[in-house]
């Protein structure tokens, strides 16, 4: 018996991370990324330091029941004003290091959940 999660076509499967990057769907991204069920976008921040609400303006849009937060090599603590703000959109919101984050994406993908992941290159 296959076990293997079925994932609908267009959908953006993270396939490998390190290096700066990241492989989504077959295709490299440098850097940090922003990943949604069906699309995939360049996000400038580098640390924790550089994440706010503004920089997660796409997500805000997007309105995913979930956001998953690669903080980077380890888990790190969001500031209470960006979790609030989240919250007040009806965001909730899941910090972790960035391959859990990797990870969790995938399997909530799999399970077509309403998720979007904001990862850190490491």
């Known amino acids: 018996m296959d076990i293997t999660p079925v994932i609908p076509a267009g959908r953006q499967l993270i396939k490998g991370y390190g290096d700066l990057g990241f492989t989504i769907s077959g295709e490299r991204w440098e850097g940090s990324v922003l990943v949604f069920p069906d699309r995939s976008l360049a996000w400038p921040p580098t640390s924790m330091a550089e994440v706010d609400i503004a920089a997660l303006g796409p997500v805000m849009e997007a309105k995913p029941d979930l956001l998953l937060l ?5 888990m790190a603590v969001v500031p209470s004003e960006l979790r609030l703000a989240l919250r007040q959109a009806g965001i909730r919101l899941e910090a972790m290091d960035t391959g859990a984050a990797c990870r969790t994406f995938n399997v909530l993908l799999a399970e077509d959940r309403s998720v979007a992941a904001a990862l850190i290159a490491v």
């Open 70 to 74: 690669g903080c980077g090599r380890q």
